[in-house]
């Protein structure tokens, strides 16, 4: 009975980490590539999840099956997202490349307020029904007491997503160009590199995460609100600092420890002070390891 | 083949070159010696289109390249080793290579290459994989030399390529500059403030203080000359 407890915690924790870890991979990335926190990353988030709700509901009322809505509703988050990270880039941190590193930390959080009232605006401000994508899966019945289809499909398809990364980043001529930037800028014009490609490649990889995971996670919850993107927003931020801002194994990791945390303190202390227990965390990581757990503060050789 | 003319340069209020005129001609080897600061490195970067110049002109193949980005500038075949070599250090030693041949798509032609810079140094070879920061000053060296072969350059931008490396080393670097000029016909601009050295190893010479030339000539002549004995050989 305890060991159940236990494991079920540990599940719920694993499901919670991976998204998490999903959004922190954007904040990791684009801090790595041009050093700038984005805070507006919650923001495309949230994007994401709307995109899937609309998508979605008009597939569903023109009758498609519900694997076509599925895929369909996930690509256009996907899409739309991306388009949105793209623009973010262009409009508010381009022009400010060469600013102060504080001018682009404001526009960012500019950035997010803009894009929280324009949906605010564009939709409403009461939390709106999210359709149950992932279905309840019939070749699942006999373990869904372990683990529910939505929060497996959450784990198989995180763990997809990341193989597909980790390739794109080792293996792929854009990955290493992406590699590059991040740890010399001008070494990488000089081979002839195009940043400002490299750039927003990034935040269009760094969006499409963000979207898989509010598609997941709203699919999951079963409602949506325009404020969704902001507490999501900061807990991948804690996730990716106490990971090791820059790092991308480190945001995978912040991403799961951050969520196992959560659940097994709600589960075994109070489900009143989640947050806390984030946060208090991420203060421990901080004061004992200022670089996060796997970031690097190492000298560099010359 | 490279034609720079009153190139001025700043960096936001100084002024960093002050109508900078050099020629290069195609299959030579050029050499600007210098004080620190005397603005050798800015000449470098404003050539590759890093700190591109406020004013005047800088010809490549009859293509003025001043306003051009530095990518563009790479594909026409002028890449740079810059100053303290900057490998990519958390790249392996062929991913550093890849990367210097990024913007190729001919896969036969950079596989010869690759081939060609490994027989060049057999130490990258052997430790092609790994990563750029653990290898030594002269073995980095040789690899931002090779990395910078790899676009298969018709004009070799060298910043400072003996800096910090025991003499031994910078005598193999320096005959593995001469025989790059000598066997594919690459021209060479070579900034250096060991004067001695390279004039030796070029045909002709250019001399730098703040921002401007102040000498140009045959490298023997330089060699000779009385002035750039005192100050830049130490004679």
């Not at chain 1, 959080?109 to 009461?126: H, R, W």
């Not at chain 1, 202390?269 to 200022?290: H, K, N, Q």
Request: proline share 4%; charged share 15%.
């Amino acid at each position: 009975m305890e060991l159940e407890y236990f494991f079920e915690l540990f599940l719920g924790g694993l499901v919670k980490g991976s998204i998490y870890a999903l959004i922190a991979l954007g904040y990791t990335m684009v801090y790595g590539v041009v050093e700038l926190i984005n805070f507006a990353h919650g923001e495309i988030y949230m994007l994401g999840a709307y995109t899937a709700l609309i998508v979605a509901s008009v597939l569903t009322v023109l009758g498609f099956p519900q694997l076509a809505i599925v895929v369909m509703a996930g690509l256009a988050a996907i899409i739309w997202a991306s388009a949105y990270g793209y623009t973010v880039e262009k409009v508010a941190y381009k022009p400010l490349r060469k600013a102060p590193r504080l001018s682009p930390l404001i526009s960012a959080i500019g950035m997010s307020i803009f894009l929280q009232n324009y949906v605010l605006l564009a939709q409403t401000d009461k939390f709106l029904p999210f359709p149950e994508l992932i279905p309840e899966f019939e070749f699942w019945e006999p373990y869904s007491h372990i683990i529910g289809s939505p929060s497996l499909m959450i784990l198989v398809s995180t763990v997809i997503i990341m193989m597909l990364l980790t390739y794109i980043i080792k293996y792929t001529t854009m990955g290493k160009a992406m590699r590059a930037t991040a740890q010399d800028r001008t070494m990488a014009m000089l081979v002839g590199i195009s940043v400002n490609k490299v750039i927003s490649f990034t935040f269009v990889i760094g969006s499409s995460l963000a979207a898989v995971g509010g598609v997941l996670v709203a699919s999951q919850m079963g409602q949506i609100n325009f404020y969704i993107g902001f507490m999501a927003g900061i807990k991948a931020f804690t996730a990716a600092v106490l990971g090791g801002i820059g790092s991308i194994p480190g945001a995978v990791l912040g991403g799961l420890v951050l969520g196992m945390t959560e659940s097994l303190a709600t589960g075994y202390i109070s489900s009143d002070y989640e947050d806390v227990f984030a946060f208090a965390l991420l203060v421990l990581i901080l004061i004992f390891r200022p670089a996060g757990l796997l970031g690097r503060n190492t000298t560099q050789k010359v | 083949m490279l034609k720079l003319s009153h190139v001025n340069t700043f960096y936001g209020n100084i002024q960093a070159l002050k109508g900078l005129s050099i020629e290069i001609n195609e299959g030579e080897i050029i050499t600007l010696i210098g004080a620190n600061g005397a603005g050798k490195t800015t000449t470098l970067m404003s050539i590759s289109g890093v700190v591109p110049p406020r004013s005047g002109e800088i010809i490549f193949d009859g293509v003025p390249i001043h306003a051009m980005s530095p990518e563009k500038i790479v594909k026409m075949g002028l890449c740079q080793v810059p100053e303290g070599r900057r490998i990519f250090p958390q790249l392996t030693i062929l991913e550093n290579l890849d990367m210097g041949a990024y913007l190729r798509e001919d896969k036969d032609g950079v596989q010869q290459d690759l081939d060609y810079v490994m027989d060049l140094f057999p130490i990258l070879k052997e430790r092609r994989n790994q990563a750029g920061g653990t290898l030594s000053g002269g073995e980095q060296q040789m690899l931002a030399i090779s990395r910078a072969l790899m676009a298969r350059p018709r004009l070799l931008l060298l910043d400072e390529p003996s800096l910090g490396l025991a003499p031994l080393i910078i005598r193999q670097i320096f005959d593995i500059i001469a025989r790059i000029n000598k066997e594919n016909g690459t021209t060479i601009f070579l900034v250096e403030q060991n004067a001695n050295l390279a004039l030796k190893s070029a045909h002709r010479g250019y001399v730098m203080e703040n921002g401007v030339v102040t000498l140009s000539d045959t490298a023997e002549n330089l060699l000779a000359n009385e002035e750039v004995k005192k100050a830049y050989l130490g004679i």
